[in-house]
């Protein structure tokens, strides 16, 4: 059973930055796709950025040029620098992970940003 770490969420202002970091363990395959999703509360979760185990990234519209998705494979860890911060950019952020045949969830920081 693959495990999930995240951390670095917390309370920013506008326009600050954050950077979330997702630990992956336990895996007896290698990790494939990497990402982050996020929830706000009464929304659906969306996709924030993925990144291929090769490097290939995607990100979601509406954090293109603000956010970098990166990885170490090394130590099978994904990270999440946030740039620009705005109040819509507050959620749970889900770091998501694929090894296998499976794909696991981690339990989700939360990011928060005041106006």
């Known amino acids: 059973q693959v495990q999930l770490v995240e951390s670095g969420g917390g309370l920013v202002q506008a326009g600050g930055s954050l950077r979330l970091s997702c630990a992956a363990s336990?895996?007896?395959?290698?990790?494939?796709?990497m990402g982050w999703y996020r929830q706000a509360p009464g929304k659906q979760r969306e996709l924030v950025a993925t990144?291929?185990?090769?490097?290939?990234?995607n990100y979601g519209d509406y954090v293109k040029g603000r956010f970098t998705i990166s990885r170490d494979n090394a130590k099978n860890t994904v990270y999440l620098q946030m740039n620009s911060l705005k109040p819509e950019d507050t959620a749970v952020y889900y770091c998501?992970?694929?090894?296998?045949?499976?794909?696991?969830w981690g339990q989700g920081t939360q990011v928060t940003v005041s106006s």
């Open positions: 336990r895996s007896p395959f290698s990790l494939n796709t």
């Open positions: 998501n992970v694929g090894a296998g045949l499976n794909n696991y």
């Open positions: 990144i291929r185990s090769g490097g290939s990234t």
